[in-house]
């Protein structure tokens, strides 16, 4: 009923800023947390970046101060902002809306962020 779709990726130096969308299709009854992960090679899937219905923000600490997560509820899209970009972000990232695919294990493909020195 709800499909989810992550773009912006992109291959980048160190130091740059990109910026990914979730678009979410389909009937949406209500939004509530929305959330980012992300897998590197080799390694696990990892949370990122959070936002609750209340618009409240958690992140990675890997990530705190350079990355910024926002939603547009109209647009039932959430972004993310990513700065000052590092080659440790390198990872395929997933998002995720009210704990859908965190429940189901679906990540589908996401969409890939290369960062190289």
């Known amino acids: 009923q709800v499909r989810l779709m992550e773009s912006g990726g992109g291959l980048v130096q160190a130091g740059d800023s990109l910026t990914l969308s979730c678009a979410a299709f389909?009937?949406?009854?209500?939004?509530?947390?929305m959330v980012w992960y992300r897998q590197a090679p080799g390694n696990k899937l990892d949370f990122v970046a959070r936002?609750?219905?209340?618009?409240?923000?958690h992140y990675a600490d890997s990530v705190k101060g350079r990355f910024t997560i926002s939603r547009n509820n109209a647009k039932n899209t959430m972004y993310l902002q990513m700065n000052s970009l590092k080659p440790e972000d390198t990872a395929v990232y997933h998002c995720?809306?009210?704990?859908?695919?965190?429940?189901?294990?679906?990540w589908g493909q996401g969409t890939q962020v290369i960062v190289s020195s």
């Open positions: 995720d809306i009210n704990n859908e695919r965190l429940s189901s294990g679906s």
């Open positions: 936002i609750t219905s209340s618009g409240s923000t």
């Open positions: 389909g009937s949406i009854q209500s939004i509530g947390a």
